[in-house]
């Protein structure tokens, strides 16, 4: 009789572990999923910046006349914000900025692929950015065309020097890094945000380490 009462009583208190424990269990879920939900909203936040209209195709960044058409405030602001960071010294080698709709985009530059957000190009020393509302998260999208534009004025993808850090660095790093032109854009907008693997890449690092300073 005892061990009857003692059996049961056992039970209801494995049963009771086992719904506390489903409980935790789903709460340490929702718990999960809200965080998640915070995180993904944080990464497509519009930056709360004042945006500088000059009319209705200009706006002024920094001391930069960015041309828009068609796209939205929250799209102004959100590459306004990453024109306003980028480094002087690579800024001032892109001489127009154009923010367009994906559209526009796509007939600028038929040749663009599905992950295509912007452009860069040049004719001599003379760069044009092109920058479209496409949905990312991605907040180097201007840093990676500065880059290119910034390459473009003083040919560091040409030079001797870096064509033999790319041949030793280069070759193995990201896939979207498919050629010289790309490593150093892909790779040195890591550095700048330090994203960047320094111990892996020593000659890559030093070289920038130079850049910076300029
Ligand atoms: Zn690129």
């Given at each position: 009789?005892?061990?009857?009462?003692?059996?049961?009583?056992?039970?209801?208190?494995?049963?009771?572990?086992?719904?506390?424990?489903?409980?935790?269990?789903e709460?340490?879920?929702?718990?999960?999923?809200?965080?998640?939900?915070?995180i993904?909203?944080?990464?497509?936040?519009?930056?709360?910046?004042?945006?500088?209209?000059?009319?209705?195709?200009?706006?002024?960044?920094?001391?930069?006349?960015?041309?828009?058409?068609?796209v939205?405030?929250?799209?102004?602001?959100?590459?306004?914000?990453?024109?306003?960071k980028?480094?002087?010294?690579?800024?001032?080698?892109?001489?127009?900025?154009?923010?367009?709709?994906?559209?526009?985009?796509l007939?600028?530059?038929?040749?663009?692929?599905?992950?295509?957000?912007?452009?860069?190009?040049?004719?001599?020393?003379?760069?044009?950015?092109?920058?479209?509302?496409?949905?990312?998260?991605?907040?180097?999208?201007?840093?990676?065309?500065?880059?290119h534009?910034y390459?473009?004025?003083?040919?560091?993808?040409?030079?001797?020097?870096?064509?033999?850090?790319?041949?030793?660095?280069?070759?193995?790093?990201?896939?979207?890094?498919?050629?010289?032109?790309?490593?150093?854009?892909y790779?040195?907008?890591?550095?700048?945000?330090?994203?960047f693997?320094?111990?892996k890449?020593?000659?890559?690092?030093?070289?920038?380490?130079?850049?910076?300073?300029?």
């Open positions: 009789m005892i061990r009857k009462i003692i059996c049961q009583l056992c039970m209801v208190i494995a049963v009771t572990i086992l719904g506390y424990t489903c409980l935790n269990y709460m340490a879920i929702e718990e999960q999923k809200a965080l998640e939900e915070e993904n909203e944080r990464k497509y936040a519009v930056p709360d910046i004042e945006l500088e209209k000059i009319s209705d195709t200009q706006i002024k960044v920094r001391d930069k006349i960015v041309q828009y058409e068609n939205s405030d929250d799209t102004l602001k959100w590459y306004a914000d990453q024109i306003e980028c480094p002087d010294y690579l800024l001032s080698t892109v001489d127009e900025i154009h923010i367009v709709t994906r559209e526009r985009l007939e600028l530059k038929p040749e663009s692929k599905s992950t295509t957000i912007g452009f860069h190009k040049h004719y001599g020393t003379y760069s044009i950015v092109v920058l479209s509302e496409y949905k990312t998260t991605d907040r180097t999208v201007f840093l990676h065309e500065a880059i534009a390459d473009a004025q003083y040919e560091i993808t040409d030079s001797p020097e870096f064509q033999s850090i790319y041949q030793a660095e280069g070759l193995e790093y990201d896939e979207r890094a498919k050629n010289i032109k790309e490593y150093f854009a790779s040195y907008t890591d550095y700048l945000t330090h994203d693997n320094r111990s890449y020593p000659q890559t690092t030093e070289f920038y380490k130079k850049l910076d300073q300029e």
